[in-house]
Every structure is written in structure tokens, then in C-alpha cells.
């Protein structure tokens, strides 16, 4: 079946730094891919979805800013966190719209 | 009130035991609907996969979906403690629109 390959699925960075994270899909093009985020012991918050060649539409919250979404091929979609902050710990999870979605394995991020 | 509500749990059940998983939905033009599991700091898992109302069976997983009650189900037979993780009902209404999520279910097999 149809693949989302998710990497890293885990990463620790300091305060400050960016992290990129990026979401490929196997064996399918993606035309729309959905980026999450997810606290623990809560369900999936959609933060932004990508259409291939452009720009991502973010949900009321979220700062573009921040969280800068690039999905410039119908296979990868990347999502960098820039300037992180301890705030921004958190579980990501990229999806490939389809019947049915398809999900990344996800990335822990922790940020000192 | 939410889209789609779904008790947290825990639910804690003995192994062997059925167990039986609801979601409710507010918004009848849902068509899609589907039950992923996940454990711990891992992505969604695809169980079952729903169009429209009926019922849909795979292995020891059956899903349900009752349109006119805005209401769907997955009962799992044969329960094992591997089956302990947090599931996820999800819908939506079209194919490229947004996932619109339930709370997650935490279900617990005790062997």
C-alpha cells in the first residue's frame, strides 16, 4: 500500500535553532499533504495544509512564520520549525491526502 | 460542542473480552469514515476505512456506521494485550478535505 516516509523520528536541537522536518511519499504523488501536531495524551491538531507548488494555508493560530511549509514536488513535503522554543516540543505528523490518508510514522521534537 | 466526540477512557477490559469503541458527529455531510490506531509516539495506523453507512469487517476488527443516529462503531473480537493503544475514529467529507478527529479512545487489554 501506499507509503509516507517520515524522517527524523526523533530530534533534540536548542533553543533557537531550526529543525526540518520531511515527509516523502512512496510509490504515490501527493498533491495535499496535512501537517499536525500533537501533545500528549491529546488528539491530532491540524496545523496547515500544503498543495503541491503552493502556499501552504495555515489554521487560525498557527504562525506561518514559524512553522514554514514547503512542498515544491508531488512527492516531498517539509516542514521547518525556525527558531524553536521549548514550547514548540512536540510530536509532528505529516499526511497524504487519499481514500483513505495515508500518515507519516511522525518526529518528536524536543527543543533545550 | 465538538464535530465528533469520543469518550478519552481509559477503558480497561480483560484479554478475550469484545471491545466496543464509539464516536458520535454533528455534521451529516460526513461520507468517510475510519478508525486508526496509535501507540505511543507513533503515527496513526489505519484500521478500517468506512464509506457511507454499513458495516465492514477484517479479521477481528468490524466498523459500523449508522448515518441516520450520526454514529459509528468498532467493536474488536478476541481482544490481546498488543491491542492496548489509543484509537482514533476520524471523518470527513470529502477525500481532500481535512480529517475532523475524535478525542482518541485509550483501551487497555489486561492478559
Redesign the interface.
Known amino acids: 500500500g501506499a507509503v509516507v516516509s517520515?524522517h527524523p523520528s526523533w530530534v533534540i536541537c536548542k533553543s533557537g535553532t531550526s529543525v526540518k522536518i520531511e515527509c516523502r511519499s512512496l510509490d504515490f504523488q501527493a498533491t495535499?499533504m496535512?501537517w499536525y501536531r500533537q501533545f500528549p495524551?491529546?488528539?491530532?491538531m491540524?496545523m496547515a495544509?500544503s498543495n503541491e507548488g503552493s502556499k501552504a494555508t495555515y489554521e487560525q493560530g498557527v504562525e506561518k512564520d514559524k512553522f514554514l511549509i514547503n512542498h515544491a514536488s508531488l512527492t516531498l513535503s517539509t516542514l521547518t520549525v525556525t527558531s524553536a522554543h521549548p514550547e514548540d516540543s512536540s510530536?509532528y505528523?505529516c499526511?497524504a491526502?487519499?481514500?483513505?490518508?495515508?500518515?507519516?510514522?511522525?518526529t518528536?521534537l524536543s527543543v533545550l | 460542542q465538538k464535530e465528533v466526540e469520543q469518550d478519552p477512557g481509559p477503558l480497561s477490559v480483560p484479554e478475550g473480552a469484545i471491545v466496543s469503541l464509539n464516536c458520535t458527529y454533528s455534521n451529516s455531510a460526513f461520507q468517510y469514515f475510519m478508525w486508526y490506531r496509535q501507540y505511543s509516539r507513533k503515527g496513526p495506523e489505519l484500521l478500517m476505512y468506512t464509506y457511507s453507512s454499513g458495516n465492514k469487517e477484517d479479521g477481528r476488527f468490524t466498523a459500523q456506521v449508522d448515518k441516520s443516529s450520526k454514529y459509528i462503531s468498532l467493536f474488536i473480537r478476541d481482544s490481546q494485550p498488543s491491542d492496548s493503544a489509543t484509537y482514533l475514529c476520524a471523518m470527513n467529507q470529502d477525500s481532500n478535505y481535512q480529517l475532523i478527529w475524535g478525542a482518541g479512545t485509550k483501551l487497555i487489554i489486561k492478559p
Open positions: 517520515q495535499t496535512f495524551k491529546q488528539s491530532l491540524l495544509t510530536f505528523i499526511s491526502s487519499g481514500t483513505p490518508p495515508v500518515f507519516g510514522s511522525g518528536q
